[in-house]
Structure formats: C-alpha cells, structure tokens
C-alpha cells in the first residue's frame, strides 16, 4: 500500500510550516489548523499544506504536530487524542509540564532544536531541520510504535534524533538555551544604556558582541510562556550563572591572574570540546535488546543511553511475529557499546550486539 | 619625492602581523621587532615584513607600531619615542593607563576593534581592519600631525578611525568586548558543568549557544593582563550585569510576564538599532574649525563629538603657510552638522560648514 502518510500541523508559524514543507517534499498529505485564518490562506496559496482542517474534524489516521506557544500545547494535545489520532507529538521547548499534564501512549513529547531570526510562516523552510538535533522525550507510558513513527519523521525532515527525559531536557535547554536567551538581552540592554547619548560608539562593538547579542534581536513574544513554563530550571541556572560571574569579578578585583586564566582555559577547553553536528562515527554497533512489548521499555533504555552519555543513532523496534515481545535494536558508536550493553545488563537486560561493516 | 613610508612594528603577533602585511601592501617599507627570534624569521620568510630590527636600532623616521600586551606597551613606546621617532601608536586594548604613563605629543594611544578566532601570526592578514572600527584617544597633548599620520595609516588599511577620550573608550570595550567575553566564558563553563557525564547531550546546543560561546574558544592568555589594565570599568559592568541578570530572574520567578516582555522588547530594538559597520551617510557636511595650531585642540574637538554623537568620518588639518593658525576639517553627518556646530560655538570656536554632493 503506498498511499500517501498524513498529517495535520496545528499552528502553522515558523516551526510548523518548516515541518509542513518538508512532510510535503517527502510525498505526506498535510492538513493545517490555526487561529488565524489569514495565516492559514497564506499557508494553503504557497503550497506549505495541501489543505485547511480544524480540530473538530481533523482526521483520525494522521499524525498530529502541534507546533503552537509552548503554554497552550498540552490543551490542544489532549483534543488530538480525543479526537482520536494514533499518534500525537508536539514541538515546545519545555517538556516536563507538558509530560505531566498528558499521560496518554499515544503521545510523543519532542523539541526540534531549530529555529531561525525570522519570525512566522514567511521564515519556514523545508530544510529548517537538516542536521538539527531533535530531542524527543519518551515517558513510561509511551508506546513503542508512537515513538517509533514520531523519530522516524524527524529523521525524514533530515534531524538527529535523540531520546532523553522530559526533565533533563529542560534543565539542558535552560543551560544552552534560556539563560543564554535572557543573557544576550541583558547584555544588549546594558550596553545600549551605557551609550545613552552615544549610540554611533556601539559601532565599537566587533564581532564577538555582534555574535552574542544576535538572538536578542529574535521576537520576545514567545519568552514569557517559556520562562513561566521552565521558570524552575532557569532561575536556578540564572543563580549559578551570578554566583559564577560574581567569582570572575572577584577574581578581576583581587588581581587573581592565575584564577582567571584558569576559568578562561576550561572554559577554551569546553567551547573546543562542544560537540558540533551529529555525525556518526565510523564504528557503529548494533545492539538487540529483547524486550517484552509494554509501555516504559523504550523510554528506560533512552533513559539510560542518556545517562550513561551513550548517543542512539537510531532505534528500531521489530515485533515478533508471535506473542507479546519483541527487540529495541539500537545503533551506536562501538566504542561505547560496552558501557550500553553493561547498564542494560544491569537493569535486568539480555542485549546481544554485532559491530557493523564502516 | 616618493620615497616609500616606513614603519617599525614591534610585536608580530596576530595584529602587528596584520598591519605589516596591510601597510607593506599599501608600498611601505616595514621592519619589525619581536622578542621572538622564530617569529621574526617567521615573518621575514613569509613576507609579512621586509626586515627585521631592534628597539637599540630603530630608525627614527619610520611611523612606530606597538603590538604587544597591553600591559607592555607604555614601557616599549616610550622607548620609540626616547630613540627619537616622530609618531609612535599602539593597539591595546585598554587606552587610560598607557595615557596615564605617555605625556608625549608624539604618542597616538590606539585601538583597532578587530581580531580572530586564530591565534598568533599565521593568522595575520591584510584584510583584518577592512571595516573595522579604530579608535584613537588623542589627549590633550597629542600632536595634530602626529594623529593625522596615524588616523591615516588606520584609513588606508581600511578601518573607519573614531576618535574619543581614553577613559570613555575603556568604559566602552568593558561593556561591548570584556565583559561579553568573560560572561561566554563564565556560560560555557555553566554548560560543561551541568553536562557532566552527559556531554554528547550538549549538542542539544543550537546556533545561539555556539555564536554566543564562540569568543570564549580563544586564546586566554591576552585576558589577565586586559582585565588587570581594565579592572575598574569591568569590576563595574559586571556589578550591573549581576544586578541585570538578578532582576530577570525575579520577574522569572515572580511570574512577572509583563516585566520579562519588556526588558526583552527594550533589547530587541537596541539590537536592531546596534550600528552595523560604518558606512558614509549619503549626506555629508564638512565642518571647518580654525584653530591655534596647539597641543589639544584635536583632542577637545573630538571628545565634543563623541559627547554629542557625532561620528566624524574624516578630519584632516590644513596648516596656514604663515603663522600659528591652522583649520581642522572635519567630515560629519549634514543631519549633526547643527548640533556639532553650536557645541564648538558654545566651546569659543568660530566653525562654518558646508554641505557637500552626494
């Protein structure tokens, strides 16, 4: 059977359009909901959905993508899967309130790591996702062919998927991504205050200022919802990023070189280390896992490839033919396949795993 | 008489590398001092110099360039200037402690906004100044000559010069260049540290965390010495930015949406507004300033500018064939040629102006 997939996009902005686009390139049908109707004819006469849908007569075979202001995801959510979709994701930036207000199997949290300075509809594109990383977040009641369907999207949208929990997904994007956010702006306002009366003397702003203030020019508008979501998490990373600069200044007062050079050097160290782009390795290694088909099972593995800092290149789930099990099998780096295979041991596992030919 | 202009440039590092290959390209003759034997034949093979020298053996007609660390400086351009050079400069990065230790009419403190993730020689080019912002700090006792000399070196390696007082500059590099850097340095240690274990999950990071921590991949040794020199305005920034940073995270915590739109908005259209790099308005006035031909008046004219906003895009002194009268002509904005007029007025100038073509 080769008809064609389908999904519906509920908010059709900068992020649902892009996934829109490019389900369409790769031959899905794609239905739009918004709330605003413009947006919506502007997104049916330049080709970025086949047609228009609203939530009371969306179609129970697609799969839903909820790409709308991270506050009012689970509410829209939970009608998709009212109305009876088999599978339902969503693209917000905050996973944990959402993960908690949804408890459903058919649900897959995830957050494409992508985006763009241009705001709405008209800064979408199809390859808005090639080579992001996209992080989906299985919880224990996910089911294992939602989740399955769900990465294998993102992968078709040319994203990197990985599977880690809702909570440290928040923590992580509120490290490289809020505080970072709020940081920037901070630092373009003070500047822009300490020129009052002078602004041609930002001109002295080279490079580096440019390039740390540039997401303050981004729109605002979707910060509040952000920050009242993962508002724990990034007061948190906002105190240690005082108590942190309050060592720097000290260390800039009491003429502590030696302190200074060495936070600069971990820190040159680091920014080296960060990793670019997945790529995979040359090595990769299989690893079956037989598992018993329940809810929970794709989301500990995740969890633990997570924790033991072990990247899933991919993951399969083959259902035997008879019965209720079936194996994860998952893709990684060889030489790390001794550390998955060891944890998956100890929770109780049987992996097996077979190094592949380069 | 056509002989070529001569430059002794001592410390052939990334920048001192850059303006030897910018001038020598513009037909200078350029000699160069470095405390590195390796460097200099470096330099020398690889024609970035024409020929090596030594601050014992400097010759006293060629334009002296000083580019070594800041702390150095004001020790090496006094000796230029005792072995009897008729215009020295240099390009620390912090101006009011090396005013504070050169009285010399001779010395022209400056500062080229510009630089590069690569470090030392091999990364010099002759392009590094092209649209970049350099800063001269005449002082009171800065020589007319002496700063038309070295205002047009800048020019001709294609950099925009600005001239504004030494202290004013430093407040301004703490906020746009200093504190930025150590506050990328001070996030990406955050990140490392929070990443712990995890670091594969740091590719979570996007384009904003990496354009934001890029600066914090360089080279920390210049850093002690920059904060040292610059302690003061630094210490003082980034009190404001903590403080900054603590009322973001109270509006975070107090679910203050309104409070956090607003500073973000306030940010937004400051970036928005941040200077790009400088180009010529259309419309252009030259503003004629006679002028005793005395030490400081440069110097007044130019901190009056900057009080009032005003970039000057170019200024040449014509000297009287008789006398000690001579004219600054200075090249402004026609939409600031009211305000800087009535400001040179109000100082007991006597300025006219005329508006030039398009």
């Given at each position: 059977?080769?008809?064609?997939?389908?999904a519906?996009?509920?908010?059709?902005?900068?992020?649902?359009?892009s996934?829109?686009?490019g389900?369409?390139?790769a031959?899905?049908?794609?239905?739009?909901?918004d709330?605003?109707?413009?947006?919506l004819?502007?997104a049916?006469g330049?080709?970025?959905i086949?047609?228009?849908?609203s939530?009371e007569?969306?179609?129970?075979?697609a799969?839903?993508?909820?790409?709308i202001?991270?506050?009012?995801v689970?509410?829209?959510?939970q009608?998709?899967?009212?109305?009876?979709?088999?599978?339902?994701?969503?693209v917000?930036s905050v996973k944990a309130?959402?993960?908690?207000a949804?408890?459903?199997?058919?649900f897959?949290?995830?957050?494409?790591?992508?985006?763009s300075?241009?705001d709405?509809?008209t800064g979408a594109s199809?390859?808005?996702?090639?080579?992001?990383?996209?992080?989906?977040?299985?919880?224990?009641s996910?089911?294992?062919?939602?989740f399955?369907?769900v990465r294998?999207?993102?992968?078709?949208?040319?994203?990197?998927?990985i599977?880690?929990?809702?909570e440290?997904?928040?923590m992580?994007?509120?490290?490289v991504s809020?505080v970072?956010h709020l940081?920037a702006a901070?630092l373009?306002?003070?500047?822009?205050?300490?020129a009052?009366?002078?602004?041609?003397?930002?001109r002295?702003?080279?490079?580096g200022?440019?390039d740390m203030t540039?997401?303050?020019?981004?729109?605002?508008?979707i910060?509040?919802?952000?920050?009242a979501?993962?508002a724990?998490a990034?007061?948190?990373?906002?105190?240690?990023?005082?108590?942190?600069?309050?060592?720097?200044?000290d260390?800039?007062a009491?003429?502590?070189r030696d302190?200074?050079?060495?936070?600069?050097?971990?820190?040159?160290v680091?920014?080296?280390?960060?990793?670019?782009?997945?790529s995979?390795p040359?090595?990769?290694?299989?690893v079956?896992v037989p598992?018993?088909?329940r809810?929970?099972?794709i989301?500990?593995?995740?969890?633990?490839?997570?924790d033991?800092?072990?990247?899933?290149?991919?993951l399969?789930?083959?259902?035997?033919?008879e019965g209720?099990?079936g194996?994860?099998?998952?893709?990684?780096e060889?030489a790390?396949?001794e550390r998955l295979?060891?944890g998956l041991?100890?929770l109780?596992?049987?992996p097996?795993?077979?190094?592949?030919?380069?």
């Amino acid at each position: 059977m080769t008809e064609a997939k389908r999904a519906v996009v509920v908010g059709v902005g900068l992020i649902g359009g892009s996934i829109a686009l490019g389900l369409r390139k790769a031959g899905w049908y794609v239905t739009g909901v918004d709330t605003d109707a413009d947006r919506l004819a502007l997104a049916v006469g330049s080709g970025v959905i086949d047609d228009i849908t609203s939530l009371e007569e969306v179609d129970g075979g697609a799969l839903g993508v909820v790409a709308i202001p991270v506050g009012d995801v689970a509410g829209v959510v939970q009608s998709l899967l009212d109305a009876g979709l088999d599978v339902v994701t969503d693209v917000g930036s905050v996973k944990a309130p959402i993960v908690a207000a949804i408890d459903d199997p058919r649900f897959v949290p995830g957050h494409p790591m992508a985006g763009s300075e241009q705001d709405g509809l008209t800064g979408a594109s199809e390859d808005m996702f090639s080579g992001a990383t996209w992080v989906l977040c299985p919880t224990s009641s996910t089911d294992g062919v939602a989740f399955a369907s769900v990465r294998e999207m993102a992968v078709s949208l040319g994203a990197h998927a990985i599977a880690i929990p809702a909570e440290r997904h928040d923590m992580l994007v509120a490290v490289v991504s809020h505080v970072p956010h709020l940081t920037a702006a901070t630092l373009m306002r003070l500047a822009d205050g300490r020129a009052v009366e002078h602004r041609a003397l930002l001109r002295l702003a080279a490079g580096g200022f440019r390039d740390m203030t540039r997401i303050a020019a981004g729109h605002p508008a979707i910060w509040p919802d952000i920050c009242a979501e993962n508002a724990d998490a990034i007061v948190d990373v906002l105190d240690e990023l005082r108590v942190e600069l309050g060592r720097v200044r000290d260390a800039i007062a009491d003429r502590d070189r030696d302190g200074l050079l060495e936070r600069l050097e971990a820190a040159r160290v680091a920014r080296r280390n960060l990793p670019t782009t997945v790529s995979a390795p040359d090595k990769m290694t299989e690893v079956r896992v037989p598992v018993l088909d329940r809810q929970g099972e794709i989301a500990a593995i995740a969890a633990l490839a997570a924790d033991l800092d072990v990247n899933i290149y991919d993951l399969e789930i083959a259902h035997s033919t008879e019965g209720p099990r079936g194996v994860v099998v998952l893709l990684i780096e060889t030489a790390l396949a001794e550390r998955l295979q060891g944890g998956l041991m100890a929770l109780g596992y049987r992996p097996s795993s077979q190094a592949l030919d380069a």
